[in-house]
């Protein structure tokens, strides 16, 4: 479903590379984890996967289903069925959440060649998702993020994550800021996307998020390479030794 050979790609305004030779294969179904020391490319990643401009691949490739998608634009990706929920999440002035929620909606079905959705039959989705991650279709009144609290953000993007159903979801820290139940609420969303033919790729540094979303694989992530993979035991390893060891097996 998701194959990355040996990816190098840099910072298109300067042209410092971080990703140095990148590996990583996730089969369809599959939930691969990828943690890693700050600083080591994992956002960068997942914006190179979401066809981000700041950054040029200058060898390697993505394949998506066995074809390239380097040279898709982000909204080609988009609408093939890859999902970015962000690290830091953008806030949208003056767009409501509802609005934005129904474009993007849209966009896909256009780029899929289906109709619009009706109205009450898009209300009907949004409610039925939000109830689920408990969100409050009063927040879905305000502009996209603005405003809204850490774990309200993340909430929304794992919303936006429902109602795409992408085929390949890449989540960047989405544990990040989450109170205890809100982490719940948020693993039980994902859980609940699982599927056979969907795919995820987790950023997390927490072992605590994979105790919810149990991974299939983990990966460790260091200057841009996988330096090692694993099963869900390699984070716990990880969580009881720090990345020391990892690291300097791999020097
Ligand atoms: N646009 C940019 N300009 C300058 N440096 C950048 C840019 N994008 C990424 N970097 C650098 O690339 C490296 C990797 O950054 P990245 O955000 O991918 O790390 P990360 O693994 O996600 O870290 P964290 O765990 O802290 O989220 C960092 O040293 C970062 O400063
Ligand atoms: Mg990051």
Redesign the pocket.
């Known amino acids: 479903m998701l194959e990355i050979k040996n990816l190098h790609a840099q910072?298109a305004?300067?042209g410092?590379e971080?990703i140095r030779g990148l590996n990583l294969k996730v089969e369809q179904g599959e939930v691969a984890a990828i943690m890693?020391?700050?600083?080591?490319?994992?956002?960068?990643?997942?914006?190179i996967l979401a066809g981000r401009e700041?950054?040029e691949v200058t060898s390697g490739d993505i394949l998506f289903n066995g074809e390239s998608i380097l040279e898709m634009d982000p909204a080609e990706r988009a609408a093939s069925g890859v999902f970015l929920a962000f690290?830091y999440p953008v806030e949208i002035p003056g767009v409501p959440t509802m609005t934005f929620l129904k474009t993007a909606m849209n966009a896909q079905r256009k780029a899929r060649g289906e109709d619009e959705l009706a109205t009450p039959d898009f209300i009907k989705l949004v409610k039925e998702a939000a109830g689920k991650l408990s969100i409050n279709m009063e927040m879905l009144k305000r502009p996209l993020n603005v405003g809204f609290s850490g774990g309200e953000k993340k909430r929304a993007e794992i919303l936006q994550m429902a109602l795409l159903s992408p085929e390949l979801c890449v989540l960047?820290?989405t544990d990040s800021g989450l109170d205890i139940d809100a982490l719940k609420i948020v693993s039980d969303g994902v859980n609940a996307l699982r599927e056979q033919n969907r795919s995820f790729l987790v950023?997390t540094?927490y072992q605590r998020l994979l105790e919810h979303i149990v991974p299939d694989s983990v990966h460790v992530?260091y200057k841009?390479q996988i330096i090692q993979s694993g099963d869900k035991s390699l984070a716990l390893e990880l969580e009881a030794n720090g990345y020391a060891e990892i690291i300097g097996k791999a020097a």
């Open positions: 910072i305004e300067d410092t971080i890693g020391p700050n600083g080591s490319g994992k956002s960068t990643l997942s914006y700041d950054y690290q960047d820290e950023i540094h992530l841009g």
